[in-house]
């Protein structure tokens, strides 16, 4: 009896002990339940929001005319999905915005990685990028279309030029807002300037960087479907304003869409590339 006491003595604190401050792992059944609820939660204001804008057409809220329910845009989403349209019209647009947008990073970042840790750089280009960033890229649409005509250098380099400044500016945020006292221990084991910069400053810039570069997403978006408003003959931009100007309203909503979950989805992959890139932090 006296060694099976000691036994259960001996193991109980092995199976029950949990660390401090910390909960105990759920069950693997609740975890699916866990699961189900978190995506429920996440999505109950979409789902609220698709819900009342199927519904307020229908009972004489608004006009079905210009604002038809959402099964009759997800209708016409299904018919430009199934004869090859839609897909052709988010190819075209995705390739221009991915490509002003690649552009700006490889512009951005390492300019302004030069302007914040080079201080001359920085006087001498401070007052030219103060006049640059409070030009609208959309006022300058114009001007690009009369330089660069109505093709694809004009709408990718509009693209590129509104993706610019979100990215330099937050680069140069970065790197003039980390941490002295890190900066100071670095030199103080004996870092060089490049092992510092490397080790150091990039690191802890990488969270401000990519806030700059999901922004740039964004606006890689929005002044594409302006950009391809004006003179295109495909795009997700010319989808709308063709089917506005058509009066196939269905159609036109259905492209409105197909841009929001484009967008989402562009997000979406750069936090997970941010996240990648800065597993330090977790």
């Avoid at 004489?60 to 989403?77: D, I, K, N, R, Y």
């Avoid at 140069?172 to 910069?197: E, H, T």
């Avoid at 058509?246 to 967008?263: D, H, N, T």
Wanted: proline share 7%.
């Amino acid at each position: 009896m006296s060694t099976l006491t000691t036994l259960d003595a001996a193991i109980e604190p092995t199976t029950s002990a949990v660390p401090a401050g910390r909960q105990a792992p759920a069950p693997p059944r609740r975890r699916p339940l866990a699961l189900l609820r978190r995506i429920g939660t996440r999505s109950a204001a979409i789902l609220i929001f698709l819900a009342v804008w199927e519904v307020a057409p229908r009972i004489g809220l608004v006009e079905t005319t210009w604002l038809p329910p959402f099964s009759a845009v997800a209708q016409s989403l299904g018919k430009l999905l199934a004869d090859g349209s839609l897909v052709e019209h988010i190819g075209i647009s995705l390739q221009r915005s991915l490509i002003g947008f690649g552009v700006a990073i490889a512009i951005a970042v390492p300019l302004g990685l030069l302007i914040a840790w080079y201080r001359p750089v920085a006087d001498f280009l401070d007052p030219l990028l103060e006049v640059f960033r409070n030009t609208a890229a959309l006022a300058l649409l114009p001007v690009f279309t009369l330089i660069l005509g109505i093709g694809e250098l004009s709408k990718v380099s509009l693209i590129a030029f509104a993706c610019v400044w979100p990215i330099l500016l937050n680069t140069i945020s970065a790197v003039r807002d980390v941490d002295p006292l890190l900066v100071k221990s670095a030199r103080s084991v004996g870092l060089s300037s490049p092992r510092l910069f490397q080790k150091v400053i990039l690191p802890a810039a990488v969270p401000t960087i990519f806030t700059g570069i999901r922004l740039a997403g964004a606006a890689s978006i929005l002044v594409l479907l302006a950009a391809e408003m004006v003179g295109a003959r495909a795009g997700l931009g010319y989808l709308i304003n063709a089917s506005q100007s058509s009066f196939l309203i269905p159609e036109m909503y259905a492209g409105i869409v197909a841009v929001s979950v484009i967008g989402v989805a562009f997000n979406l992959v750069l936090v997970r590339i941010e996240r990648r890139l800065s597993r330090w932090r977790h």
